[in-house]
């Protein structure tokens, strides 16, 4: 299993790889090890004005874009509720 809290960061360092690229990665080493890649996100803060009980992956705050395909599921905790979404 592998946690990356917080995704944002990938993106901050300049001298690494770009986000988009860091993500292919990782995606490829969970498909060839058989591994559970877990990242955890800030929601932008406009979801606060959306009038939206729950966050979605359009809310993700992601400085550069990245493929969202990528990933099988999106889990979402807001309050004292979680929603969990099978993407594929």
Do not use: W, Y
């Not at 944002?8 to 969970?30: E, T, Y």
Request: net charge negative; glycine share 4%; charged share 25%.
């Amino acid at each position: 299993m592998v946690v990356v809290d917080c995704l944002q960061l990938l993106d901050q360092k300049r001298d690494c790889p770009g986000l988009a690229n860091q993500i292919a990665v990782l995606s490829n080493h969970a498909r060839s090890t058989g591994a559970t890649i877990i990242l955890i996100s800030q929601i932008d803060r406009r979801f606060d004005e959306a009038g939206r009980s729950m966050p979605g992956l359009k809310d993700v705050r992601l400085p550069n874009p990245i493929d969202m395909s990528v990933f099988e599921r999106a889990s979402f905790l807001h309050q004292d509720e979680i929603s969990v979404e099978m993407l594929h």
